[in-house]
C-alpha cells in the first residue's frame, strides 16, 4: 500500500539556520510528490511538486526539495529559516493508478527560534 | 477567484446530532476530496470524488456520507455525530489534467460533545 512517512513530529531550528525536513515514501511506481505548509489555522498551501525531470525543484517561499528513487526520498531543505517560516509542513504522495488520491503524512511542525 | 469554501468554520454539536458541511470550489475542478485532521495524525481521506455523481470511500468513511450533484458543490454529511467525530475538516479540489495540485480550503473545526 502506498504510504508516506515523516520521521520528525517537532523542530526546532534558530532564525537564519538551514532546514531539512525529511519524506520517505512507499509507492510502487513513479510517484508524484508534494511539499504542503499549513500555518496555524489555516488550510494547506503548495510548496512545491515533482512530476519528473530534473530531481531538484524549486518551490515557493525559497524551499527547494530533492528527489531520491533509491532511497525512496523527497526532503525538503531551505539554507536559511525566517522565523515566519514557522508552520507544519506535509509531504504527500499522488496515487496515479485509476484515479488520484493524495495521501499525506503525518506532518512536521517546525518552531523557530529568534 | 475564490477557490475553495468551507462553511461553516466553526461547529458545536451534539452526541446524535447531523450536520452537513459545505464544501464550493469555482474553479471547475473534477476531483474533490473530503479530508480530517487530527493532531499527529496527519490527513486521512474521507471520501472523494472524480466528477459529478461519482464518489468513492477514502480510508475513513465511516459515520460519513457525501453527494457529488455538481461539479462545484462536494457537501459532507455525517448523520449521528460522535465523539470521535471531533476533528478539523478540510475540503480540496484538483484537476486531473495539468498539474495535480489541490487547493483546500479554510476548514471547519467540528467539535461533538
Known amino acids: 500500500a502506498q504510504s508516506v512517512t515523516q520521521p520528525d513530529i517537532h523542530i526546532t531550528v534558530s532564525e537564519g539556520a538551514s532546514l531539512e525536513l525529511r519524506c520517505n515514501y512507499s509507492?510502487?511506481?513513479?510517484?508524484?510528490l508534494f511539499w504542503y505548509v499549513q500555518s496555524p489555522g489555516q488550510g494547506l498551501q503548495l510548496l512545491l511538486k515533482?512530476?519528473?525531470?530534473?530531481?531538484l525543484v524549486q518551490g515557493i517561499k525559497g524551499f527547494e526539495a530533492e528527489f531520491k528513487r533509491s532511497q525512496s526520498s523527497f526532503n525538503l531543505r531551505k539554507p536559511s529559516v525566517h522565523w515566519s517560516d514557522a508552520a507544519e509542513y506535509f509531504c504527500a504522495v499522488v496515487t496515479t493508478s485509476g484515479t488520484y488520491k493524495y495521501i499525506f503524512g503525518t506532518g512536521t511542525r517546525l518552531k523557530v527560534l529568534a | 477567484n475564490a477557490g475553495v469554501t468551507q462553511t461553516p468554520k466553526f461547529r458545536i454539536l451534539k452526541i446524535g446530532q447531523s450536520m452537513t458541511l459545505q464544501c464550493a470550489q469555482d474553479m471547475n475542478h473534477n476531483y474533490m476530496y473530503w479530508y480530517r485532521q487530527d493532531p499527529g495524525m496527519g490527513l486521512k481521506l474521507i471520501y472523494y470524488?472524480?466528477?459529478?455523481?461519482?464518489?468513492d470511500k477514502g480510508e475513513v468513511p465511516n459515520g460519513y456520507n457525501v453527494s457529488r450533484s455538481t461539479t462545484e458543490d462536494f457537501p459532507l454529511r455525517l448523520e449521528l455525530a460522535a465523539p470521535s467525530q471531533t476533528s478539523v475538516y478540510f475540503c480540496?479540489?484538483?484537476?486531473?489534467?495539468?498539474?495535480?495540485?489541490?487547493?483546500f480550503g479554510q476548514g471547519t473545526r467540528l467539535t461533538v460533545v
Open positions: 470524488s472524480v466528477g459529478a455523481g461519482i464518489t
Open positions: 480540496a479540489s484538483s484537476t486531473s489534467h495539468t498539474n495535480l495540485e489541490a487547493f
Open positions: 515533482y512530476f519528473s525531470g530534473d530531481t
Open positions: 509507492y510502487g511506481a513513479t510517484p508524484y
